[in-house]
């Protein structure tokens, strides 16, 4: 019998700094790269840590079954024996599914929460139907073929016309993913629940930011992790909870790095203040 252990993921300091760090966790089928130039715009002071998720980037799959789950306890079990007590846990799209899955799931090591471009909804029956057949055909092909054509959906029509620059950067770094990876990571997408419940029970401040050209993850999905974050049982954030950022589509990490990572230094900042 093999015997399985969650390994250690690679990570990045993209920013150094002192006390609390945020935890910067990417999208779907990228690596940690989507963050450099975000962290760079940070306050100076704030440590930053980009993770590569399991199969992408620098991370190996491990043997696991595909599952949001699992890549949180990676996450988690990272940080932890890295020496880290807690952490602000940021996550883009998919990697934001990964960060409502590790405040479910390690609720004490969550100082605070931010979710960029993300849902805590579940996928409809259709969307869950799509991942799978994306799944099938990056196996059959062993190639990422299936999912070069997402840069067209994953930036905003501002970007489309003003900042065609991304697009070969996007493409190389799609391009750059294992095709394990990218078939795994759908499976695991496909099989998460809802998990609005966990922004109700969480007891963190909650950042919320979404470009307000986002198709994929749009505005009214921002809206309901707000609400869910904004019941009684959690602290204030005030003007911190939802950052619409003009311009921008469902990468507003990369189409304007400045914007977002004002809203991660408030998040930052109200963290502080509720410890
Ligand atoms: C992502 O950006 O991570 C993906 O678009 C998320 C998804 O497919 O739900």
């Not at 690596?31 to 998720?53: F, K």
């Not at 401040?205 to 986002?214: M, T």
Request: hydrophobic share 45%; net charge negative.
């Amino acid at each position: 019998m093999t015997s399985r252990a969650i390994r250690n993921l690679a990570t990045f300091t993209l920013q150094d700094g002192g006390g609390v760090p945020l935890v910067l966790l990417h999208g779907f089928p990228l690596d940690h790269r989507m963050w450099v130039a975000c962290a760079e715009h940070l306050p100076p002071g704030i440590r930053a840590i980009g993770v590569d998720l399991p199969g992408a980037g620098h991370s190996d799959l491990d043997g696991f079954p595909p599952s949001i789950e699992h890549i949180a306890d990676a996450v988690y079990r990272t940080m932890t024996e890295a020496g880290e007590g807690n952490a602000i846990i940021v996550g883009h799209s998919m990697g934001g599914y990964v960060a409502l899955a590790l405040a479910e799931r390690h609720p004490g090591f969550v100082a605070g929460l931010g979710l960029v471009d993300t849902k805590s909804t579940a996928d409809t029956e259709e969307a869950r139907a799509k991942r799978l057949r994306i799944a099938a055909a990056v196996d059959a092909s062993q190639t990422v073929d299936a999912v070069l054509g997402m840069p067209a959906n994953l930036v905003g029509a501002t970007s489309t016309e003003h900042r065609r620059n991304l697009f070969p950067l996007l493409d190389s770094w799609i391009r750059a993913q294992s095709p394990a990876g990218v078939a795994w990571s759908q499976r695991a997408m496909a099989a998460r629940p809802d998990r609005t419940a966990v922004l109700e029970r969480l007891d963190a401040p909650v950042a919320v930011v979404v470009g307000a050209e986002d198709t994929i993850t749009p505005l009214a999905e921002a809206e309901h992790m707000v609400r869910a974050a904004g019941s009684p049982a959690g602290p204030a954030m005030g003007d911190a909870a939802l950052t619409l950022v003009p311009g921008t589509g469902h990468m507003s990490v990369v189409e304007d790095p400045q914007a977002v990572a004002a809203a991660l230094g408030l998040l930052h900042t109200h963290v502080v203040a509720h410890h």
